[in-house]
């Protein structure tokens, strides 16, 4: 199955409340990151964090890592309209060339309610 | 910021033609960029990883002969669709790898094949 699945797959919540996404993950890795992606757009890159690092915080954003669980998560907190949108996680994996390629979870697509 | 540009953003072809959709990376040089494929409501697959000046990599069940990569200069790689049909309808997206973990990403290509 593939590396990084999410849950929830679909989250709707009212504007002020917080969201939580979870992503889980197989293989060891060096860093996990955080997208965002609006409907048919591209990605914008939220926040990484790095195996040997445990939280770690971006304006509203709060992403946790657990290595031994192979889990991360990620939480908005007082959610806005505006952040509604499709999250995914993805995990870096080295190529046997050594250059680097992302592997994305499955997705959390938010709907934050005015 | 890194600025990575897509171009066309959609584009309408008809089954059996070939289409070339081209990846810049503006304002920095990139020796590995990723092309990958979303079809949608799901996740983002990556179809292969760019090297420039040299063949690219694909993945598992990525035919190479219709998708044609090329990466002929830091700054512009290209994905060429061979003989599309129908099943080739996708939101294509690529990235340029900048230093040891950034990942930039374009704003993606909407295929549609008729």
């Known amino acids: 199955s593939q590396q990084g699945e999410e849950d929830p797959q679909a989250l709707s919540i009212q504007e002020g409340e917080n969201a939580t996404m979870n992503c889980s993950y197989k293989?060891?890795?060096?860093?996990l990151q955080w997208y965002r992606q609006n409907s048919g757009r591209g990605l914008v890159h939220l926040i990484l964090i790095r195996s040997n690092e445990r939280e770690k915080h971006s304006g509203r954003l709060r992403v946790t890592l657990d290595t031994s669980k192979k889990s991360s998560s990620l939480l908005i907190t007082a959610s806005r309209a505006a952040d509604t949108a499709s999250y995914f996680c993805a995990t870096d994996r080295e190529k046997d060339t050594g250059r680097r390629a992302l592997t994305f979870g499955s997705g959390t697509r938010l709907q934050v309610q005015p | 910021g890194a600025v990575v540009s897509q171009h066309p953003s959609r584009v309408i072809c008809k089954s059996g033609t070939s289409v070339k959709i081209e990846c810049r990376s503006l304002?920095?040089?990139?020796?590995?960029m990723f092309w990958y494929r979303q079809f949608p409501k799901q996740s983002l697959m990556l179809m292969a990883t760019s090297n420039e000046g040299s063949k690219a990599t694909y993945e598992q069940g990525v035919e190479k002969d219709k998708f044609l990569i090329n990466h002929a200069s830091l700054t512009l790689s290209t994905l060429t669709v061979t003989s599309a049909h129908p099943e080739d309808s996708s939101f294509y997206i690529c990235?340029?790898?900048?230093?040891?973990?950034?990942?930039?990403f374009g704003p993606g290509t909407r295929l549609t094949v008729t």
């Open positions: 304002d920095f040089q990139a020796t590995t």
């Open positions: 990235s340029a790898a900048r230093g040891t973990y950034e990942q930039y």
């Open positions: 293989t060891s890795i060096n860093n």
